[in-house]
């Protein structure tokens, strides 16, 4: 039955390429204002994507920030509902100096996608777009399906609360579908299961009203950089625990079986320090790697500048130190709670020789997804069709915010169906995605569709 | 007698002003490579000033690195000789935007000449030249004269050591007159008699080998950022001391005596609180602002970056993360040999998770002038004669390191008859120079050769 939803897929295989490139080709980084132009091509670029895969209806529905792309296909009112949401918006490019081809020029090399966007979400999210149009093409779908493409995830889904607010019965479904993770290799699938969450803030501490030269006033004034490196070390401590009061109050502590059954996914210490070359991991004292990144939260500037940072010597005692910092957060603790707890705090330890500013810029929930879901049991026979093998199911450290939001306001579950690799390299230079992911990630995700149907009758 | 002078100077106050203004258009900036065309422009521009004020002859003398210019007039062999030793480069004028008027076209605002090298050193190092020509147009110069300036100081004078080695007998001198410091207020002279020896490095923190998401990686690899600021936080305790084992052995601990002297100084905590606006001074426990800034050593992070500093949030992990670091050291401490210590020290505190290089970017020896000197004496009567008041001998936090490398090569002790002001703001954005400083100065200098000469035959 399947077999012609297959055979179309590989018959379409170098279109569905380069329709993907395409929609690289947009550089729509929505953290940078200067992109703004490009977030609505990308938006009309998906929404005419979704129009030609057999959507009943696409639009570009405006937000305060960018406008989200909605799709929907309805066959039946009596059969299950699957919310496929994905985002259009990717990272920056920064080190550009790093990345061996251009970003937004995507090519394919030794059998990957180079580009910005190649996994994160793009090559991922047009995966869905491409099993509907197989599906649909074929008459062989067995459920309804809606499309939500947004694109400000990468800077925190700021809009997308409101829009579901906005939207309940529009967005109504029977579980949420994303690709927007990874699994463990090209040959063992794995379903990701939970989710870290995250709070995000950027300090300013200001010490004197100008740069100062460091030889007249150096040792009798405080240096804003050397106040900032202390606050910052001071954060944790040589057991690599977060100081905070009150920051792990809610931390949800694994059971001793969880920690078993989440360390026994295939991980080589070495195989792992060799692909990032360190000779020692770090991390909280007492848990291992998959812990650390998993269930654990963690505590990581993710930028810092101040002071002269240019060729040479310059001897100054800067007026101002900046960095972004970062938590990730896991099961019950809660990144507003957090963000404020570290607002207070971070000010609170400061001398006073210097004034801090401390600016929440980004946030989200962690989150869990139970593996007894009609849901993640299709997901698990979807792969298993493809992939021969039963998928492991995993906690991820990343986070995406949205998807606790989504179970709060829409009281709908999220399955993610993740196809990235570690190696995929996203948030950095040269980001890519596997081919044989790229093709193998559509006919996954096809195959669910059927086998949801079926468990959702159960 | 020099009644003469004084006229002469006050005719030509315009055209001074001019030929300063014309220096300052040129942006030598000796620490940026694409300034090195301006270099020579400038070394060429002193030239010509050398050869209009009344030298026998002046020369762009080549080095390794930036040219420097050498004049000299030697009217009678039996006369004492003076050697005047100023530079011709400037520093960087980042922050550009905190400039109010762009920092190479200089402008009087408020009786201050505004612009990048106002004070620093071009309007202190101009006024030698006018001092000259003054004394030499009316037949009142009583000793030979030698100029030596260089086009490197900025940069930590890195060929001016060699320039000395290279021509011992041209820059033989009794005394070397230098202005490139500054006096405790308009109408309270002050000579420096000490100044602080300086170390500066640049180092290099490297953790994974690319830049990781913060989610995936985060709590399970060593976030180099974290790391230099725990490294950078652990050079100094809760005194304000420097942890460094063996920093403090060569430090001369000043004696009460000298102690007691150093602070009478006028000083108000609460306008100097008030005129870099911080709530609360800081600095090492048991010493007052003007010996933490004059006889103690600090430890300064004169820049940082790291990660991800655009706008918005960028979840990175960062590979690297770079300072640049530098102490001010005190007699008898030695620049090389701190240089070295930190060198090892810094690298030997890195945890294994990550890589740290260290280069040495800069260094200098600390420098004491007796106070008995003749030039000493014959700067002491030159400013009663301009001020109307004995300049107080003090001792400066800043560093001009090629003046010990004077005593070590030449032999020759320097006086250093400064001009600037705190508020000069020099090395920062908005620097400036008094309009009375630098005409009082141009007479000061004049009357020091005439009581010098005095002086020396005593």
């Known amino acids: ?77 009596s059969l299950p509902t699957v919310l496929v949401y994905a985002h259009y918006d990717v990272m920056p490019v920064d080190p550009i100096e790093l990345w061996d081809s251009p970003p937004f020029e995507p090519e394919i090399r030794d059998g990957k996608i180079y580009a910005r966007g190649a996994d994160d979400d793009k090559g991922q999210g047009f995966m869905h777009i491409k099993a509907f149009e197989a599906l649909v093409k074929n008459n062989k779908l067995t459920t309804n399906v809606k499309f939500m493409i947004e694109g400000e995830e990468e800077i925190g889904s700021v809009s997308l609360g409101a829009f579901c607010e906005q939207n309940k019965e ?24 939970g989710l870290r969450g995250l709070a995000y803030w950027q300090v300013e501490v200001t010490g004197p009203n ?30 690599g625990m977060i100081t905070m009061p009150g920051f792990y109050d809610d931390v949800l502590v694994a059971t001793d079986k969880e920690r078993k059954m989440l360390n026994k996914a295939p991980f080589s210490i070495d195989e792992y320090k060799k ?61 507003e709670k957090i963000a404020k707890m570290f607002e207070e705090y971070f000010t609170s330890i400061a001398p006073k020789s210097v004034k801090v500013k401390v600016e929440s810029l980004h946030g989200g929930q962690a989150y869990v997804c139970p593996i007894d879901l009609p849901a993640y049991r299709a997901a698990e026979q979807a792969y ?40 995929d390299a996203i948030h950095s230079p040269n980001e890519n995605y596997t081919v044989v992911n790229f093709y193998n990630g559509i006919e996954t995700i096809a195959w669910f569709y059927q086998f949801f149907a079926e468990e959702f009758k159960k």
Chains 1, 2 share one sequence.
């Open 170 to 193: 529009m967005l109504k479904a029977d579980i949420i579908l994303v690709s927007d993770t990874g699994m463990i290799a090209e040959d063992i699938p794995s379903i990701t299961t």
């Open 1 to 77: 039955m399947m077999e012609k939803v297959k055979q179309f897929i590989e018959d379409n295989r170098e279109r569905f390429m380069e329709e993907l490139f395409e929609a690289i080709r947009i550089p729509s980084i929505s953290s940078l204002t200067e992109h703004k132009g490009d977030m609505i091509r990308m938006a009309e670029y998906y929404k005419k994507s979704l129009l030609a895969a057999g959507v009943d209806k696409a639009e570009v529905m405006p937000t305060a920030g960018n406008p989200v792309v909605y799709g929907e296909k309805i066959i039946d009112d």
């Open 275 to 335: 692909a990032i070359d360190v000779e020692e991991l770090d991390g909280e004292a007492g848990y291992t790697t998959i812990e650390r990144t998993g269930i654990r939260p963690s505590f990581d500037v993710c930028g810092i500048w101040g002071g002269y940072t240019g060729e040479g010597a310059k001897t100054v005692l800067p007026s101002k130190a900046f960095a972004k910092i970062s938590t990730r957060l896991v099961p019950d603790q809660n990144n």
């Open 210 to 239: 100008r740069d100062l030269h460091s030889g007249l006033f150096g040792g009798g004034v405080a240096n804003p950089i050397n106040v900032l490196a202390k606050m910052i070390a001071s954060m944790t401590d040589e057991k």
């Open 384 to 423: 298993e069709k493809v992939y021969n093998k039963t998928p492991v199911p995993m906690r991820s450290g990343g986070s995406i915010p949205i998807i606790s939001t989504f179970e709060d306001i829409l009281g709908t579950k999220s399955v993610l169906m993740g196809f990235g690799l570690e190696s």
